[in-house]
Protein backbone atom coordinates (compact mmCIF):
# COMPACT_ATOMS: atom_id res chain seq x y z
CA UNK A 1 0.00 0.00 0.00
CA UNK A 2 1.43 3.81 -0.04
CA UNK A 3 3.87 5.36 2.21
CA UNK A 4 3.67 8.29 3.71
CA UNK A 5 4.27 11.15 2.00
CA UNK A 6 4.77 14.83 1.96
CA UNK A 7 4.73 17.81 0.18
CA UNK A 8 6.69 19.94 -1.13
CA UNK A 9 9.88 17.49 -1.50
CA UNK A 10 12.04 21.02 -1.50
CA UNK A 11 11.17 24.40 -0.46
CA UNK A 12 13.19 27.43 -0.75
CA UNK A 13 12.02 30.56 1.34
CA UNK A 14 13.34 33.49 1.83
CA UNK A 15 13.83 34.60 5.59
CA UNK A 16 10.57 36.13 6.60
CA UNK A 17 8.30 34.20 4.89
CA UNK A 18 5.89 31.73 6.24
CA UNK A 19 5.85 28.10 4.72
CA UNK A 20 3.83 25.30 4.97
CA UNK A 21 4.93 21.84 4.61
CA UNK A 22 2.03 18.97 4.27
CA UNK A 23 2.07 15.28 5.39
CA UNK A 24 -0.64 12.52 4.04
CA UNK A 25 0.12 9.20 6.65
CA UNK A 26 -0.43 5.82 5.84
CA UNK A 27 -4.22 5.40 5.58
CA UNK A 28 -5.93 4.02 8.73
CA UNK A 29 -3.12 4.91 11.31
CA UNK A 30 -3.91 7.19 13.78
CA UNK A 31 -0.71 8.39 14.94
CA UNK A 32 1.17 11.32 13.08
CA UNK A 33 4.38 12.44 14.30
CA UNK A 34 6.70 15.71 13.28
CA UNK A 35 10.35 15.46 13.34
CA UNK A 36 13.41 18.11 12.33
CA UNK A 37 16.50 16.73 11.38
CA UNK A 38 19.78 19.15 10.89
CA UNK A 39 22.56 18.07 8.96
CA UNK A 40 24.53 15.63 10.65
CA UNK A 41 22.03 15.36 13.24
CA UNK A 42 19.71 13.21 14.86
CA UNK A 43 15.83 13.34 14.93
CA UNK A 44 14.51 16.53 16.95
CA UNK A 45 10.70 15.60 18.08
CA UNK A 46 8.23 18.97 16.96
CA UNK A 47 4.45 17.34 17.95
CA UNK A 48 2.33 14.11 18.49
CA UNK A 49 -1.10 13.94 16.66
CA UNK A 50 -3.18 11.27 18.17
CA UNK A 51 -6.16 11.24 15.38
CA UNK A 52 -6.53 15.10 15.22
CA UNK A 53 -5.68 16.38 18.68
CA UNK A 54 -1.53 16.99 19.64
CA UNK A 55 -1.15 16.10 23.29
CA UNK A 56 1.80 16.48 23.10
CA UNK A 57 3.75 19.95 21.74
CA UNK A 58 5.93 20.03 23.86
CA UNK A 59 8.74 20.11 21.08
CA UNK A 60 7.71 22.89 19.00
CA UNK A 61 11.07 24.94 19.11
CA UNK A 62 8.52 28.67 19.45
CA UNK A 63 5.26 30.02 19.02
CA UNK A 64 6.23 30.59 15.00
CA UNK A 65 5.86 26.97 14.69
CA UNK A 66 2.01 25.45 14.45
CA UNK A 67 0.78 22.36 13.24
CA UNK A 68 -2.72 21.13 13.08
CA UNK A 69 -4.43 17.82 11.44
CA UNK A 70 -8.03 17.55 10.20
CA UNK A 71 -10.24 14.51 9.46
CA UNK A 72 -7.48 12.42 11.12
CA UNK A 73 -5.39 12.41 8.24
CA UNK A 74 -3.40 14.91 6.64
CA UNK A 75 -1.37 17.32 8.41
CA UNK A 76 0.36 20.56 8.00
CA UNK A 77 3.23 22.33 9.77
CA UNK A 78 3.28 26.01 9.66
CA UNK A 79 6.26 28.15 10.34
CA UNK A 80 5.60 31.82 10.50
CA UNK A 81 8.40 34.10 9.63
CA UNK A 82 10.99 31.78 9.11
CA UNK A 83 14.37 32.16 10.26
CA UNK A 84 17.91 30.64 8.79
CA UNK A 85 17.95 28.51 11.37
CA UNK A 86 14.57 26.66 10.77
CA UNK A 87 16.65 25.48 7.63
CA UNK A 88 16.38 21.72 7.82
CA UNK A 89 14.60 18.16 6.33
CA UNK A 90 11.06 17.87 8.51
CA UNK A 91 9.87 14.47 8.32
CA UNK A 92 6.55 12.90 9.30
CA UNK A 93 6.25 9.57 10.51
CA UNK A 94 3.06 7.86 11.08
CA UNK A 95 2.10 4.32 12.94
CA UNK A 96 -0.82 2.24 14.80
CA UNK A 97 -1.41 1.46 17.91
CA UNK A 98 -2.10 -1.77 16.57
CA UNK A 99 0.90 -1.99 15.04
CA UNK A 100 2.96 -1.89 18.43
CA UNK A 101 3.88 2.17 17.86
CA UNK A 102 6.55 1.14 14.58
CA UNK A 103 6.91 4.29 13.07
CA UNK A 104 6.90 4.78 8.98
CA UNK A 105 8.61 7.58 7.56
CA UNK A 106 8.09 9.54 4.66
CA UNK A 107 10.50 10.78 2.42
CA UNK A 108 10.91 14.48 4.26
CA UNK A 109 10.54 18.32 2.96
CA UNK A 110 14.12 19.73 2.78
CA UNK A 111 13.58 23.50 3.94
CA UNK A 112 16.25 26.24 3.09
CA UNK A 113 15.71 29.66 4.33
CA UNK A 114 17.65 32.23 2.57
CA UNK B 1 16.21 15.48 30.35
CA UNK B 2 15.70 11.95 28.38
CA UNK B 3 19.20 11.12 26.99
CA UNK B 4 19.31 8.90 24.15
CA UNK B 5 23.60 7.94 23.79
CA UNK B 6 24.91 6.23 21.05
CA UNK B 7 28.58 6.18 19.75
CA UNK B 8 28.62 8.05 16.61
CA UNK B 9 31.40 6.43 14.50
CA UNK B 10 32.26 5.33 11.70
CA UNK B 11 32.55 1.97 12.63
CA UNK B 12 33.53 -0.23 10.08
CA UNK B 13 33.67 -3.78 9.71
CA UNK B 14 35.28 -5.92 6.87
CA UNK B 15 32.45 -7.69 4.43
CA UNK B 16 30.95 -10.75 6.17
CA UNK B 17 31.85 -9.33 9.47
CA UNK B 18 29.39 -9.03 12.49
CA UNK B 19 28.81 -5.57 13.49
CA UNK B 20 27.43 -4.32 17.08
CA UNK B 21 26.05 -1.02 17.94
CA UNK B 22 25.00 0.04 20.72
CA UNK B 23 22.72 2.30 22.57
CA UNK B 24 22.17 3.73 26.16
CA UNK B 25 19.19 5.61 27.57
CA UNK B 26 18.30 7.53 30.58
CA UNK B 27 14.37 6.98 30.60
CA UNK B 28 13.95 3.82 32.70
CA UNK B 29 10.19 4.69 31.75
CA UNK B 30 11.11 3.49 28.51
CA UNK B 31 8.37 0.93 27.07
CA UNK B 32 9.96 -0.08 23.72
CA UNK B 33 12.71 0.18 21.70
CA UNK B 34 13.55 0.88 17.76
CA UNK B 35 16.16 0.84 15.53
CA UNK B 36 16.11 2.49 12.37
CA UNK B 37 18.66 3.13 9.52
CA UNK B 38 19.43 6.12 7.73
CA UNK B 39 21.18 5.83 4.26
CA UNK B 40 22.60 9.28 3.32
CA UNK B 41 19.94 11.82 2.07
CA UNK B 42 16.86 9.30 2.62
CA UNK B 43 14.67 9.14 5.87
CA UNK B 44 15.20 6.16 8.91
CA UNK B 45 13.47 3.40 7.87
CA UNK B 46 12.39 0.71 10.58
CA UNK B 47 14.67 -2.41 11.05
CA UNK B 48 13.34 -3.59 14.01
CA UNK B 49 11.57 -3.25 17.60
CA UNK B 50 12.24 -4.92 20.78
CA UNK B 51 10.12 -4.34 23.85
CA UNK B 52 11.22 -7.42 26.31
CA UNK B 53 14.84 -7.94 27.86
CA UNK B 54 16.52 -10.55 26.07
CA UNK B 55 17.28 -11.14 22.38
CA UNK B 56 14.93 -11.01 19.64
CA UNK B 57 16.34 -11.86 16.19
CA UNK B 58 14.78 -11.09 12.60
CA UNK B 59 17.37 -12.73 9.71
CA UNK B 60 20.92 -10.95 9.86
CA UNK B 61 19.63 -8.90 12.76
CA UNK B 62 19.44 -9.21 16.01
CA UNK B 63 18.43 -6.88 19.05
CA UNK B 64 18.93 -7.21 22.32
CA UNK B 65 17.53 -5.39 25.65
CA UNK B 66 18.87 -5.14 28.76
CA UNK B 67 16.06 -2.63 30.72
CA UNK B 68 18.20 -3.01 34.19
CA UNK B 69 21.56 -1.48 32.40
CA UNK B 70 19.37 0.84 30.32
CA UNK B 71 21.24 -0.81 27.51
CA UNK B 72 20.01 -2.41 23.86
CA UNK B 73 22.27 -2.97 20.89
CA UNK B 74 21.80 -4.29 17.35
CA UNK B 75 23.89 -7.32 16.28
CA UNK B 76 24.38 -7.10 12.09
CA UNK B 77 25.55 -10.69 11.10
CA UNK B 78 27.44 -11.59 7.48
CA UNK B 79 27.39 -7.47 6.74
CA UNK B 80 27.27 -6.32 3.44
CA UNK B 81 28.19 -3.18 1.65
CA UNK B 82 24.74 -2.37 0.98
CA UNK B 83 23.90 -2.10 5.44
CA UNK B 84 26.42 0.88 5.12
CA UNK B 85 24.59 3.60 7.03
CA UNK B 86 23.80 5.34 10.05
CA UNK B 87 21.73 3.36 12.63
CA UNK B 88 19.37 5.27 14.72
CA UNK B 89 18.29 3.90 18.44
CA UNK B 90 14.97 5.15 19.46
CA UNK B 91 13.26 4.45 23.02
CA UNK B 92 9.87 4.97 23.22
CA UNK B 93 8.24 6.77 26.20
CA UNK B 94 3.99 6.52 26.36
CA UNK B 95 3.63 8.29 22.67
CA UNK B 96 6.87 9.84 21.70
CA UNK B 97 10.10 8.94 20.60
CA UNK B 98 13.56 9.81 21.86
CA UNK B 99 16.29 9.86 18.57
CA UNK B 100 20.06 8.93 19.30
CA UNK B 101 21.89 10.74 16.97
CA UNK B 102 23.51 7.94 15.28
CA UNK B 103 26.30 5.57 14.62
CA UNK B 104 27.73 5.85 11.18
CA UNK B 105 28.29 1.56 9.99
CA UNK B 106 30.97 1.31 6.94
CA UNK B 107 31.07 -2.34 5.28
CA UNK B 108 34.45 -2.69 3.69
CA UNK B 109 33.95 -5.02 0.65
Known amino acids: GAGVSQSPSNKVTEKGKDVELRCDPISGHTALYWYRQSLGQGLEFLIYFQGNSAPDKSGLPSDRFSAERTGGSVSTLTIQRTQQEDSAVYLC????????????FGPGTRLTVT | QKEVEQNSGPLSVPEGAIASLNCTYSDRGSQSFFWYRQYSGKSPELIMS????GDKEDGRFTAQLNKASQYVSLLIRDSQPSDSATYLC?????????FGSGTKLNVKP
Open chain 2, 50 to 53: IYSN
Open chain 1, 93 to 104: ASSSLAGAYEQY
Open chain 2, 90 to 98: APREVNKFY
